[in-house]
Nanobody
């Protein structure tokens, strides 16, 4: 079993930056791909970014490409989502997810992930 805990959310203004953290514990999480998803009120959960187990491959949703950066530190069992130039449309609950995989390309579908955190709220005011 893997436990996933997000942190770092908050209330910011448009144009500000924020860094989310996702700490995983349990099994050998260094062999797990990590993904970030978000869900805004009244909308379905959507993919944001993902990183493979070694940190050598990343992928992003078009809506965040160039503004968000996903990274990981396997020594700390932690993945990060750096969010720059935040917009009100980025307001959502952000979820971190883990998937046991040593594939080079990380998955972008929520159904591909096995373990989920409780989410952290990000609110961007205009």
């Amino acid at each position: 079993q893997v436990q996933v805990v997000e942190s770092g959310g908050g209330l910011v203004q448009a144009g500000d930056s924020l860094r989310l953290s996702c700490t995983a514990s349990g099994r050998t999480v260094s062999r797990y791909a990590m993904g970030w998803f978000r869900q805004a009120p009244g909308k379905e959960r959507e993919f944001v970014a993902a990183i493979n187990w070694s940190g050598t491959s990343t992928t992003y949703a078009d809506s965040v490409k160039g503004r968000f950066t996903i990274s990981r530190d396997n020594a700390k069992n932690t993945a990060y989502l750096r969010m720059n130039s935040l917009k009100p449309d980025d307001t959502a609950v952000y979820y971190c997810a883990a998937r046991s995989s040593t594939n080079y390309y990380p998955k972008t579908e929520a159904n591909d992930y096995d373990y989920w955190g409780q989410g952290t709220q990000v609110t961007v005011s205009s």
